[in-house]
């Protein structure tokens, strides 16, 4: 391709040219600005809106770099035995931010491990299930430990074991990644 | 069709400046800190860890004998502060009097508890902070001082996957000063 334009070409050669030269060029230049901006990890606030999954509702989540194991909001936590195996029946009463609905659904679930929580009243032995969450546009299937959270502020607590694979924090901000997981068909609340 | 280039090399460029600007993205040069990192606690010259704690507002400090009392009508806190430093193993303490800033009002499992809060100046990487601590006796913790939002906003981005990323590296003069006002008045890092 010449460098120069030869002096007796046409205008559209020219445009052809210019859209030969110019589009490599400037895919060129935006290519390494992509591949770094894609490198930049990505930056949760202190807060952030989420998606439980299993009941399709969207919640307020504090992500709280003091706690190991993430945690959530759970009734009616009852331990059973299915085939010799520890499992955990809980229900899942959630509101959900966006239509401002109660959603519940009562889920029955492997149980992962107990921890032991040291706490102001003693310790206490929780169950850990496997729950699937979307945060951003990525469902993460996270271990959280189930817990009566009436009285806090927040539904779901994330500790650092599920910040470990999102990105880093900035706790001077809140709400940077809206959940955009497609949620699946639910039956309507308060059926089961 | 030049127009038309134009106009897209300008969009692109646009939109790749938007990405690398994103408010989702960290951009360079920010300064990063891990969810454990060490602090000297300057009046005691003690060098300790610290955990960074997202989850908390007002950061706080381990202290023994805590006593509130009031002075020319101003209300004050009397502790003591007694920490293990890193470096040389042994323990430091002193007996420290402060202005009360306020009472913070703490949940926790076993209900509402009221926690006298000072200003305490710590070096963190190489700033001097004058920060809010509640005071607490925290023996049966693992960290005697645990850093909330409110002085985590003066340093930078959390990387939880982390640890000890700024080692504390402030100047000495600065050191002593810091250590040595009385209750100089609170300032951001120096």
Redesign the interface.
């Known amino acids: 391709m010449p460098a120069v334009l030869p002096p007796r070409e046409s205008f559209q050669t020219m ?1 052809t040219l ?2 030969a030269t ?2 490599p060029l ?1 895919l060129a ?2 290519a390494p ?2 591949a ?2 894609k490198e ?5 606030g ?1 807060l952030e809106k989420a998606i439980v999954m299993p009941v399709g509702a969207t919640v307020k989540m ?6 190991k194991t993430s945690s959530m909001d759970a009734r009616d936590i009852t331990p059973f035995k299915r085939n010799g195996k520890r499992w955990v029946r809980f229900v899942l009463h959630l509101e959900d931010k966006v239509s401002g609905e109660d959603v519940y659904r009562e889920l029955e679930m492997p149980v992962k491990r107990y921890v032991r929580l ?4 003693g310790e206490d032995r929780r169950p850990v299930v496997v729950l699937p969450i979307c945060i ?1 546009d990525r469902v993460y299937r996270e271990e959280f430990t189930l817990r009566n959270r009436d009285n806090m502020l927040y539904p779901v ?1 994330i500790g ?1 074991t599920t ?2 694979h999102m ?7 809140t709400y ?2 809206d959940p955009t997981c497609p949620v699946p068909e639910l039956r309507p609340a308060g059926k089961r | 069709m030049n127009r038309l280039a134009a106009l897209l090399v300008a969009t692109a460029l646009a939109a790749t400046n938007a990405l690398a600007n994103s408010p989702n993205r960290a951009s360079e040069g920010e300064r990063v800190y891990g969810w454990l990192e060490k602090a000297v606690v300057l009046p005691v010259g003690a060098t300790v860890d610290i955990k960074l704690d997202s989850g908390a507002w007002t950061s706080s400090m381990d202290a023994k004998d805590i006593e509130t009392f009031r002075q020319d009508g101003k209300q004050w806190v009397r502790f003591d502060l007694r920490l293990e430093d890193h470096v040389s193993g042994a323990v430091r303490h002193r007996e420290m009097r402060l202005p009360l800033e306020r009472i913070t009002r703490v949940r926790g499992a076993g209900g509402e508890d009221l926690r006298p809060v000072v200003t305490l100046p710590v070096c963190i990487g190489d700033r001097v902070f004058h920060e809010q601590f509640t005071l607490r006796d925290r023996e049966n913790m693992t960290y005697p001082v645990l850093l909330g939002r409110r002085t985590m906003k003066e340093l930078g981005l959390l990387d939880v996957t982390a640890t000890y990323l700024n080692k504390p590296a402030c100047p000495l003069a600065r050191l002593d000063r810091a250590a040595g006002g009385k209750g100089d008045k609170p300032g951001k890092g120096g």
Do not use: I, M
């Open positions: 445009t210019l859209r110019l589009l400037l230049l935006s600005a992509l770094k901006a930049e990890p990505r930056v949760f202190w504090k992500l709280d770099s003091g706690a040291r706490g102001a009243g951003g607590l650092r910040l470990k990105g880093l924090l900035d706790v001077t901000r940077l990644n």
